[in-house]
């Protein structure tokens, strides 16, 4: 299995920045094995949405919410996917989950993703 543990998340004021951090483990993971990882959030009463995404191949899709002030990196050497995330606003407030996709599909809709983290809060106060 592989095991998706998120860090970084808090509150922050309107402006203010986060870096959110995902590590991934597992006996069988294998970063190029995952085609593909990425943040998604839900925020209150709202469905869950993607983020950003990256593959393997370092192709990054980001949803328009978060264009310009999101970026997405992943760190081979620490098995880490990071997302440093500036000029928050209130409606950035939501609880963010970190997932990997373990086939060819790395698209922003959380359906093909096949591991899933817990989620860490991140709450911007205006």
């Known amino acids: 299995s592989v095991q998706l543990v998120e860090s970084g998340g808090g509150s922050v004021q309107a402006g203010g920045s986060l870096r959110l951090s995902c590590v991934a483990s597992g006996p069988v993971y294998n970063r190029e094995r995952m085609y593909c990882m990425g943040w998604f959030r839900q925020r209150p009463g709202k469905a869950r949405e993607g983020v950003a995404v990256?593959?393997?191949?370092?192709?990054?899709r980001y949803a328009n919410s978060g264009k310009g002030r999101f970026t997405i990196s992943f760190d081979n050497a620490k098995n880490t996917l990071s997302l440093q995330m500036s000029n928050l606003k209130p409606e950035d407030t939501a609880m963010y989950y970190c997932a990997a996709a373990r086939d060819a599909y790395c698209w922003l809709l959380g359906d093909g993703y096949n591991y899933w983290g817990q989620g860490t809060q991140v709450t911007v106060s205006s």
């Open positions: 990256v593959g393997n191949d370092g192709v990054r």
